[in-house]
């Protein structure tokens, strides 16, 4: 069943059973009560990762307190997507339109990677999971990308899991269509890796493109920026190989 994109969403990070009350935490209580305006009686969708989603009826019991009351699951928990976010961090705008829509675009696992011409090498993590709850409740989804701690180039490539398909998007490439290249990898486990606003190194490039578990493949005639390959990537992926085809 689809997502009910009509009514408001909230990720919690409780158990949810029929007539077992959950109590909002006061920054939830306050999102609800003054930024949403509901009121008692008022019904919000609820998922947790775990549980599918629920339609909860929400209860005022303070100025400041709200509980919220799963009436029934209306979605079941699906199979949870399986592919890679791989990335070198940006600025912080452009970082927090790309880690909102790699949630939108169904990654499950995002992991910063720090490459020689990343320009935001420190990472703000709060920053990075509340976009990414912020998407998944605007988006549909039932669960959370797993965050992972940033690595090194070198530490990243020593711990990939060959089994899993490496691609990244290679602007030196002398093709356009990145389809055939892809063609192989339909029915494998994958992740994509996007690099810098700069692009990846020439001894970068060199060392993914020697790699037997790597693919590389081109975007287009046009050079896009970071932010915008990664969405770009993400889609053309998603659409021959991923769960869109």
Not at 101 to 124: D, F, R
Not at 131 to 159: H, T, V, W
Request: net charge negative; charged share 20%; aromatic share 8%.
């Amino acid at each position: 069943m689809r997502a009910n994109y009509r009514m408001q969403r909230l990720l919690i990070d409780l158990p949810l059973q029929p007539a077992q009350p959950v109590e909002a935490l006061a920054e939830t209580a306050h999102y609800l009560l003054n930024v949403l305006r509901m009121r008692d009686g008022d019904q919000i969708l609820l998922f947790n990762g775990q549980d599918g989603e629920w339609l909860a009826g929400l209860q005022q019991t303070g100025k400041k307190r709200a509980s919220l009351h799963p009436v029934e699951q209306v979605r079941q928990q699906p199979a949870a997507p399986d592919f890679h976010y791989c990335f070198a961090p940006l600025k912080t705008g452009r970082m927090d339109y790309m880690i909102q829509k790699a949630v939108e675009m169904g990654a499950s696992v995002l992991q910063p990677v720090i490459t020689q011409h990343c320009q935001m090498p420190k990472l703000n993590s709060e920053r990075m999971q509340a976009n990414m709850r912020e998407a998944a409740e605007q988006c549909g989804i039932l669960s959370l990308p797993e965050y992972r701690e940033p690595l090194r180039f070198d530490k990243f490539m020593e711990q990939w899991d060959h089994s899993r398909a490496l691609i990244f998007c290679d602007e030196a490439s002398e093709s356009n269509n990145p389809l055939p290249l892809l063609a192989p990898l339909k029915g494998k486990p994958a992740g994509v890796f996007i690099g810098p606003e700069g692009g990846f190194s020439e001894e970068e490039r060199q060392y993914l493109s020697q790699q037997p578990f790597v693919t590389a493949i081109p975007l287009g005639p046009r050079i896009l920026r970071a932010d915008t390959a990664a969405v770009a990537a993400m889609a053309v992926i998603q659409a021959s190989i991923g769960d869109w085809y």
